[in-house]
């Protein structure tokens, strides 16, 4: 028994319990144990360090993975499929009767839309109207002979109390030159009252019919709207129109002298 | 104290298990996207290739030949211009070979614009493929679009109740500029995104990194559908354009909304 705890006490000497000596060293090292208010801080700051780290590490990885399910999966998706085959100049197929034959027929087809599809640019004269930067463009004989400034529809929604309106935007497509005229005068329509407040006279009233205000030259695209000229030259080059296509006195001299009735007219 | 401890790995588990899953998840949406073009390549063979071989007697070597698909190229393009000139409307033709954009109405181009750069799909760029031929060969017909500008800019203006109301026109600012970018989708499911070539502005730069984000986010919840519910996600075809300003709006606006569009690659 006493070689054991010999042993005892070697093995553990500071366990070894002295009566009286007991709890002092019990409450001591309680107080060693105990952590200062620096360290509490050290600690609390490390786990905030701790959960602003890892706070931002899952931001990153969220943000990388969305980031790559939109934009590099699509890239992903262009980077190879299907199985190619070779195109290649074989120059015993050019030999083959068969082949020549093929190509013969296609080159024909070739041709032969070309030439419909060259047909279709008249070789007389016609006016592009560009309406979304309100230009155009004179051609006689497939080439340009003039271009300039012009006014196009404004798309002024103008709308009435009880319902009606009227959007004053200029047609789109291929018109064509229904008639020409002179020292045209303007028949005014309802919405021309209406915008004005003014009150509306009967159809055939000559309160409607108002001179001077289309320039010299009117040219007829058909349902009223009209190649014509302006009193308005500043707003020139601008969508201020009701529909018609506005031109400037020189230009739409040239331009009326150039086209006849039932020449084209694309506007876009 | 005892109770955190035990619950601390419980925390890790959940967070590996839950990690794993969403790194599966996206590894198993990526493979499922990558197969989507192939899917749509062999669509397009069933539906284009089978009814070309039906037609003609070309034999396979014929069709592999650089001239033969070149004039081949040269007459769908040709053919398609046409049919789109019976209408009366304008029309866009794209030809990628020489980066250029046209406006043509009734066979007439009015006006030509010059593609400053071009991303196409990889399946419509292999030429070789008589499928892809056979879908060029038609013109693609306009369902929707998206865009950053409006296709009529409408201004709703009250008329006035008598002639003291009226107010005569303000001359319109046209000095303000809009970033321009669209996409037009077809019938064929081909996209085409058209965006403006100016990049000095900020705020233009970030309306297009939106628009595209907005695009992006479409086509991907779109996938993530798809896949949710075991499929192949849909493969849009597409062709990236980018055109000077003043070309892209003049382009969209002049087009009617069920218009149309010739490629040629």
């Known amino acids: ?268 | 104290m005892e109770s955190e401890i035990k619950k601390e790995p419980h925390r890790r588990v959940t967070l590996i298990v839950f990690l794993s899953i969403i790194l599966l998840f996206v590894v198993y949406y990526s493979v499922m996207c990558m197969m989507s073009p192939g899917k749509k390549l062999a669509v397009l063979r069933t539906e284009y290739a089978a009814k070309s071989t039906e037609k003609s007697s070309i034999d396979k070597q014929i069709l592999k030949d650089s001239g033969y698909l070149k004039l081949m190229k040269e007459k769908a393009f040709l053919q398609s211009r046409i049919a789109m000139a019976e209408s009366d409307s304008g029309y866009i033709t794209i030809n990628m070979a020489d980066s250029s954009a046209n406006l043509e109405i009734c066979g007439v181009v009015v006006h030509k614009a010059k593609i400053s750069s071009l991303k196409i799909s990889k399946i419509l760029s292999e030429t070789n493929e008589n499928a892809i031929l056979s879908l060029l060969s038609k013109p693609f017909t306009i369902s929707g679009s998206t865009a950053t500008i409006m296709k009529e800019p409408v201004i709703v203006q009250m008329a006035p109740k008598d002639t003291s109301e009226y107010k005569p026109d303000v001359m319109p600012d046209t000095t303000l500029t809009q970033a321009t970018n669209y996409i037009l989708e077809t019938n064929q499911g081909v996209k085409i995104y058209v965006y403006q070539e100016e990049k000095d502005k900020m705020n233009e730069r970030i309306t297009q990194l939106k628009f595209d984000l907005d695009d992006k986010l479409k086509d991907t919840w779109s996938s993530l559908k798809s896949v949710a519910s075991l499929k192949v996600p849909e493969y849009n075809l597409f062709i990236k354009i980018r055109l000077p300003r003043a070309d892209a709006k003049i382009f969209y606006r002049a087009i009617p909304k069920n218009g149309q569009i010739a490629l040629v690659n």
């Not at chain 1, 340009?144 to 009606?164: A, D, F, I, P």
């Not at chain 1, 007829?220 to 296509?245: A, E, N, Q, W």
């Open chain 1, 1 to 268: 028994m006493e070689d054991e705890r010999i042993i005892d006490e070697g093995a553990h000497p500071e366990n070894e319990k002295k009566p009286g000596e007991t709890d002092y060293k019990k409450s001591e090292s309680a107080v060693n144990e105990e952590p200062t208010l620096a360290e509490k801080n050290r600690g609390i700051g490390f786990r905030i360090f701790r959960f602003i780290f890892f706070f931002f590490v899952t931001i990153l990885v969220a943000f990388g993975l969305v980031v790559f399910i939109i934009y590099g999966v699509p890239q992903l998706k262009e980077m190879g499929h299907g199985k190619k085959s070779e195109i290649a100049r074989n120059k015993d197929l050019t030999k083959d009767s068969n082949y020549k034959k093929q190509l013969g027929i296609i080159s024909k087809d070739v041709q032969r839309l070309s030439v419909k599809f060259a047909g279709y640019t008249s070789g007389q004269s016609y006016i592009v109207v560009n309406t979304t930067e309100n230009k155009f463009y004179l051609y006689k004989n497939k080439q340009l002979v003039r271009e300039g400034s012009c006014s196009t529809g404004s798309y002024k929604k103008l709308q009435t109390q009880s319902g009606k309106s009227w959007t004053f935007k200029t047609p789109r497509g291929k018109f064509t030159i229904q008639s020409k005229r002179t020292h045209p005068a303007w028949h005014r329509p309802d919405w021309s009252f209406i915008e004005e407040g003014e009150p509306i006279p009967p159809k055939d009233s000559p309160l409607r019919w108002e001179a001077g205000v289309l320039g010299d030259y009117a040219m007829d695209l058909g349902d009223s709207y009209m190649i014509h000229g302006t009193i308005y030259k500043r707003f020139l080059g601008m969508p201020v129109t009701h529909g018609c296509v506005r031109l400037n006195d020189e230009d739409l001299e040239v331009v009326y002298n150039t086209l006849n009735v039932g020449s084209k007219v694309y506007i876009f």
